[in-house]
């Protein structure tokens, strides 16, 4: 039975964050350039330690609201990095989380602040420790949860074309989709509001904007049928 604290190993607990964002074309992640050692003025995710106060989502969510000015973001516990030798300085175990946000809300002066930015999933850099690792498991979650869940949603903006959507789509799953079919599945599932107003901007007719009703969402699960694109 452990019954002296003072005689035990004490360790570092780091929290990480993987924040995904889109901007209408392609999903991409937000990266900061690392201002001090080890590994100074490479590339890494935002992270931070855990404090003595807090639970680690509230970690998470500190570390989040410091660089996107957020503080209602949605974000998941993605896994928990615990090699001896992965951070060259001390001892520290991370744990993970990844998050999404509209690229289109966020803080463009805090992120200058903290030298990030936002970099296409297929064109991010090496990252330091076992950073590249924490994103790849981030994106395997990712599709994972979009495939069943709407979590896709928190990367759109509040209105959004059915062009939109696709490509949100096709850039997680990274495939392309069929359009009828993706269409007709988006329309079997019945928590879209299609709007009056259109997006002028992609051709001269304009293409009809929707918007996501979780409250329909909520009433389809609380009657057993499932999301599935």
Same mark, same amino acid.
């Given at each position: 039975?452990?019954?002296?604290? =003072?005689?035990?190993?004490?360790?570092?607990?780091? +929290?990480?964050? @993987?924040?995904?964002?889109?901007?209408?074309?392609?999903?991409?992640?937000?990266?900061?350039?690392?201002?001090?050692? /080890?590994?100074?003025?490479?590339?890494?995710?935002?992270?931070?330690?855990?404090?003595?106060?807090?639970?680690?989502?509230? #970690?998470? =969510?500190?570390?989040?609201?410091?660089?996107?000015?957020?503080?209602? &973001?949605?974000?998941?516990?993605?896994?928990?990095?615990?090699?001896?030798?992965?951070?060259? #300085?001390?001892?520290?175990?991370? +744990?993970?989380?990844?998050?999404? &946000? %509209?690229?289109?809300?966020?803080?463009?002066?805090? @992120?200058?602040?903290?030298?990030?930015?936002?970099?296409?999933?297929?064109?991010? /850099? $090496?990252?330091?420790?076992?950073? =590249?690792?924490?994103?790849?498991?981030?994106?395997?979650?990712?599709?994972?949860?979009?495939?069943?869940? /709407?979590?896709?949603?928190?990367?759109?903006?509040?209105?959004?074309?059915?062009?939109?959507?696709?490509?949100?789509?096709? $850039?997680?799953?990274?495939?392309?989709?069929?359009?009828?079919?993706?269409? %007709?599945?988006?329309?079997?599932?019945?928590?879209?509001?299609?709007?009056?107003?259109?997006?002028?901007?992609? $051709?001269?007719?304009? $293409?009809?904007?929707?918007?996501?009703?979780?409250?329909?969402?909520?009433?389809?699960?609380?009657?057993? @049928?499932?999301?599935?694109?």
């Amino acid at each position: 039975m452990l019954n002296n604290y =003072n005689a035990e190993d004490k360790v570092l607990l780091a +929290v990480d964050c @993987i924040i995904f964002g889109f901007d209408q074309e392609d999903l991409k992640i937000l990266l900061i350039k690392r201002d001090f050692e /080890p590994e100074k003025g490479k590339w890494s995710l935002i992270g931070g330690f855990l404090k003595m106060t807090e639970t680690l989502d509230d #970690a998470a =969510n500190r570390i989040l609201y410091h660089l996107t000015g957020f503080d209602k &973001i949605y974000m998941e516990q993605l896994y928990n990095f615990s090699k001896i030798d992965r951070d060259p #300085a001390e001892r520290t175990l991370s +744990v993970a989380y990844y998050a999404l &946000i %509209n690229i289109e809300d966020h803080d463009e002066k805090l @992120i200058e602040q903290y030298s990030a930015k936002w970099f296409s999933i297929d064109e991010a /850099p $090496s990252l330091i420790f076992d950073h =590249n690792q924490m994103v790849q498991k981030a994106i395997l979650r990712l599709r994972r949860r979009a495939i069943s869940k /709407p979590i896709g949603f928190e990367l759109l903006p509040e209105k959004f074309t059915m062009r939109q959507l696709q490509k949100l789509y096709e $850039s997680i799953l990274d495939e392309e989709l069929d359009k009828r079919n993706f269409i %007709n599945k988006i329309n079997a599932l019945d928590i879209l509001v299609k709007l009056e107003e259109k997006d002028m901007t992609s $051709s001269r007719k304009g $293409s009809y904007l929707y918007q996501f009703d979780k409250e329909k969402y909520d009433r389809n699960v609380e009657d057993g @049928i499932t999301f599935k694109i």
